[in-house]
């Protein structure tokens, strides 16, 4: 059984920062893709950032420059600086594994003062 946990979400001031957490059951690097998505309320889904089994990043253009994803041998992360009321969502962990798409509980950022 593949799980992802989320953890690091909290009520944040704008222009404050948060680093969110996924932690992986196996290695992370067994994940083709890992990625964290956001989820804003009566809003679609939003991919939010990438990073592959090989180290490339990708980010949504409108957290460039404030958000950056990174890994360590056991948990991939999401800085996200600069906050604004916008970056509110409930944060989602997402990884791919043997063509098969795993998901985390999810996490709440409250950007607001």
């Known amino acids: 059984q593949v799980q992802l946990v989320e953890s690091g979400g909290d009520l944040v001031q704008p222009g404050g920062s948060l680093r969110l957490s996924c932690a992986a059951s196996?290695?992370?690097?067994?994940?083709?893709?890992m990625g964290w998505y956001r989820q804003a309320p009566g809003k679609q889904p939003e991919l939010v950032a990438t990073i592959t089994s090989g180290g490339s990043t990708g980010h949504v253009d409108s957290v460039k420059g404030r958000f950056t994803i990174s890994r360590d041998n056991a948990k991939i992360y999401l800085q996200m600086n600069s906050l604004k009321p916008e970056d509110t969502a409930v944060y989602y962990c997402?990884?791919?594994?043997?063509?098969?798409?795993?998901w985390g509980q999810g996490t709440q950022v409250t950007v607001s003062s």
């Open positions: 196996g290695s992370i690097f067994s994940f083709a893709t």
């Open positions: 997402q990884g791919i594994r043997n063509g098969r798409s795993y």
